[in-house]
């Protein structure tokens, strides 16, 4: 059973960064894809970044691109998202998410990043 924990979020001013991290543990070896969405309340889920572990090759989406940065460090089965220049529409609660080779799909239960103006 993989085990999804994102930690970093909090309050920050409009134009400040903020760097996520989620944490891995279980059997995460046979992973295709991992990523971030968010979602705020009342609200659809949407990616905001994601990770082909095949290749390594990356996505993001259109309001993020140029400012956020995904990463990952495979030894310490830890994903990062690096949040910069910040905007007040980034407020949101963000889910860490790896999907297997079987297409079985895990979630972290979310990190709040709220920012301010």
């Known amino acids: 059973e993989v085990q999804l924990v994102e930690s970093g979020g909090g309050l920050v001013q409009a134009g400040g960064p903020l760097r996520l991290s989620c944490a891995a543990s279980?059997?995460?070896?046979?992973?295709?894809?991992i990523g971030w969405f968010r979602q705020a309340p009342g609200k659809e889920r949407e990616v905001v970044s994601c990770?082909?572990?095949?290749?390594?090759?990356?996505y993001y989406a259109d309001s993020v691109k140029g400012r956020f940065t995904i990463s990952s460090d495979n030894a310490k089965k830890t994903m990062y998202l690096q949040m910069n220049s910040l905007k007040r529409e980034d407020t949101d609660d963000y889910l860490c998410?790896?999907?297997?080779?079987?297409?079985?799909?895990?979630w972290g239960k979310g990190t709040l990043v709220t920012v301010s103006s």
């Open positions: 279980g059997f995460t070896s046979d992973a295709d894809a």
């Open positions: 998410y790896l999907r297997n080779n079987n297409g079985m799909e895990y």
């Open positions: 990770i082909s572990v095949s290749d390594g090759s990356t």
